[in-house]
């Protein structure tokens, strides 16, 4: 009986209208958020292990390859981890592996694992509905489950379904994104460090994990030596590149009223392009304060942000909204279609990366299919995806003060300026990417590597 309720309480405070109203209350007061967290966390260690039976299909005639889509199935944003989900299974569905059909499923609070209903046609929609059915997945011996969505609370409850349908003959695998909240924990939610470590060691008990890069395959092979952690017999680290082709990844569609005119304002001088969510870690703060210096020094240059708001950039957010330039050489598009990101990224002069940590930097890509030049802060994965086809500033932050960094980025910008004027910048033409059937190419050899 005390179980059911901790389950059922558990459940209410994570599921529905008051996750949202959760979400926004700690969004807004980000002090707030660990004493929620701490009750989630307390409620879920309850019940964190769920009995669950194994369904088996009978007579099989054909092998199964799950592909977890416990995030996208309920709410896709178009962006980050989501966007590359959303490509990869399109990708799959059209060239599944030979002897394989896809089968996208997704965690159920009730039976574990469902299938998801899917429609998808000529790669130009891929649409994921939760099932209407009670009935979980059936296995069989030769299949292969893909956690391609980071579901890292899913996956905790599920760990020891996991185990059985791997003791039955399925391969267990699970990609890897990044290892930020463990390398950066001061920019996430005070409990995203421990539940993202958890997550990590309960990787290592199945068949692999396949990150989104080297970098991160690199740190998650040194965390597991650090930590001195014992990995399964059959359990091996390795790595693929993401892809860029927006138009094979179901593309979201429609223009604003406004876009002819902001696209016309962005093509009146240079224009600098951040994309992605506003997070501490990700730099807004440092290059706004940078591109500030340079308007007040009389540049005339433009810095476009894209990108909604994220966690504990409240203040960055205020900033931005109340900043004397918003409109007229800063702007801010907070959600748009991946149409109208392809016309700005065309319409930009240079794409800036300022993040301090990153699994892969998908934009490096998306902007060098642009010929866009790259501007980027000097960390190991933008060196590993950009080589020598970008300009580096800086490196690991928190070794100036925010005003020195500031400045010094202001002075790296106006350098890339010169250079660029001179036509002597680096070319992101240089740069080599995968399209979207490649980089599932490269996640097949990892899946099936023996």
Not at 239 to 249: C, E, I, K, P, Q
Not at 354 to 366: D, K, Q, Y
Request: with cysteine; hydrophobic share 45%.
């Amino acid at each position: 009986m005390l179980k059911s309720f901790v389950k059922h309480l558990y459940d209410l405070l994570t599921s529905g209208p008051i996750k949202k109203a959760l979400k926004a209350i700690t969004t807004k007061y980000p002090s707030v958020d660990i004493h929620i967290r701490k009750v989630q966390v307390a409620l879920f260690d309850w019940y964190l292990i769920k009995p669950r039976v194994v369904h088996y299909r009978s007579n099989p005639t054909t092998k199964v390859l799950f592909v977890d889509v416990s995030f996208l199935v309920l709410e896709d944003l178009k962006t980050g981890i989501q966007r590359v989900t959303r490509s990869i299974l399109l990708q799959l569905l059209k060239q599944p592996p030979a002897g394989f059909e896809i089968q996208a499923v997704y965690g159920d609070r009730h039976v574990g694992y469902k299938p998801a209903t899917m429609t998808h046609a000529n790669g130009d929609a891929l649409v994921l509905v939760r099932s209407a059915s009670e009935d979980p997945i059936q296995v069989s011996a030769g299949d292969i489950f893909l956690g391609l969505d980071f579901a890292c609370v899913t996956t905790l409850k599920e760990q020891n379904y996991l185990s059985k349908i791997r003791a039955a003959g399925v391969k267990v695998f699970f990609v890897v994104y990044d290892l930020l909240p463990v390398q950066f924990p001061a920019y996430f939610p005070s409990s995203t460090k421990d539940f993202h470590m958890r997550w990590l060691r309960t990787l290592v008990k199945f068949d692999g994990a396949i990150c989104i890069s080297k970098a991160v395959a690199d740190d998650y092979d040194a965390w597991i030596a650090e930590n001195r952690i014992t990995v399964s017999d059959t359990f091996k680290t390795t790595y693929f590149h993401l892809g860029a082709d927006l138009n094979n990844s179901a593309p979201s569609k429609g223009l604003p009223a406004d876009a002819s005119q902001m696209l016309a304002a962005f093509s009146q001088r240079p224009t600098f392009l951040m994309v992605g969510t506003l997070e501490p870690r990700k730099g807004y703060r440092q290059i706004l304060d940078a591109f500030t210096l340079l308007w007040q020094a009389n540049e005339n240059i433009n810095l476009l942000i894209v990108g909604k708001i994220g966690w504990n950039i409240a203040e960055v957010a205020d900033i931005l909204a109340k900043h004397p330039e918003l409109n007229k050489k800063l702007f801010w598009l907070k959600g748009i279609s991946d149409e109208y990101l392809e016309k700005i990224y065309a319409a930009s002069t240079c794409l800036i990366a300022a993040s301090e940590g990153e699994g892969f930097g998908l934009p490096l890509i998306e902007s060098a299919q642009f010929g866009i030049p790259l501007l980027l802060r000097d960390i190991p994965v933008f060196r590993e995806v950009a080589g020598d086809a970008a300009y580096y500033f800086g490196g690991p932050a928190g070794r100036q003060t925010a005003a020195e960094a500031a400045q010094d980025t202001a002075q790296s910008i106006k350098a890339w300026l010169s250079l660029y004027e001179a036509k002597q910048h680096p070319l992101s033409t240089g740069l080599t990417y995968n399209t979207w059937q490649q980089s599932v190419e490269q996640l097949q050899k990892s899946l099936f590597l023996e």
